[in-house]
């Protein structure tokens, strides 16, 4: 290939199909013995994004394969634990501690995509790491959403403030269940599904989203959770 040939469709790729991973990978990977290394250079520099782009198909191709066995067990609510379609077409689970200041702050960025994606559920699985506010909070969570009172109790509490005595008897009341934890064995079950599967998927921490073949373990905010909606709804 000449090397007016080369600089003739570098730009090509650059501007539209080198923003594909497969394209960018090839770029990243073959460039140097198709181009040169300054050429291949000069596009990473000029598309960033494609480093990322390819780092993420990666990714996404690696949890693939944990994710398949367990998309059954993370995709089914414990009772009323969701907010979101009936029938979805894309389904967000969403690890969360309602202790968790990266959770507070992930909030308004999960109930803003529910009122955009009207395809979109979101499964809340209880995850309470932070102590035994935490634990507190979330049996009485559980005990909520088998009342089929999931979303009263968690929309009054994350009101009310951080999960204490006052804020938790706070949102037991809005559910209209018992301010006090119970021996329930469905609960408990359910506390020790969440932190096997958690701990599957390599969390570090909450928050933790799954959504499609993409892990999450970060407060992202809104463009990227809802970029990993998007391309789930792609792989359909």
């Keep these: 290939m000449s090397q ?23 770029l990243v990977l073959a460039g140097p013995s ?64 309602y202790a968790c200041g990266y959770c507070r702050q992930s909030n308004p960025d999960i109930e803003r995509l529910l009122k955009e994606e009207k395809g979109l559920r979101v499964v809340y699985r209880e995850l309470p790491i932070l102590g035994p506010e935490s634990v507190a909070a979330a049996r009485i969570s559980l005990a909520a959403s088998k009342a089929g009172k999931f979303v009263q109790y968690h929309d009054a509490l994350y009101a009310a403030g951080r999960p204490g005595p006052d804020t938790i008897a706070i949102a037991a009341k809005a559910a209209g269940i018992p301010a006090q934890p119970s021996q329930d064995p469905a609960q408990e079950a359910e506390l020790r599904a969440n932190m096997s599967l958690a701990s ?37």
Excluded at 4 to 26: D, F, M, R
Excluded at 50 to 70: C, K, S, V
Excluded at 205 to 214: H, I, N, S
């Design 34 to 97: 198709l181009f040169g290394e300054r050429l291949v250079r000069d596009a990473l520099v000029a598309n960033p994004d494609i480093i990322m782009d390819a780092g993420q198909a990666l990714r996404d191709r690696q949890f693939a394969e944990t994710l398949t066995p367990l998309r059954a067990s993370l995709e089914s609510p414990f009772f009323s634990s969701w907010k979101g379609a009936e029938k979805p077409d894309v389904t967000l689970t969403y690890f969360f501690d």
């Design 4 to 26: 007016s040939s080369k600089a003739n469709w570098l730009p090509a790729l650059a501007g539209g199909a080198i923003g594909s991973a497969l394209t960018a990978a090839a």
């Design 200 to 236: 599957q998927l390599g969390a570090t921490g909450t928050p933790l989203f799954v959504v499609g073949d993409r892990v999450i373990n970060a407060a992202v905010g809104y463009e990227a959770l809802k970029g990993a909606i998007e391309a789930a709804r792609k792989k359909g």
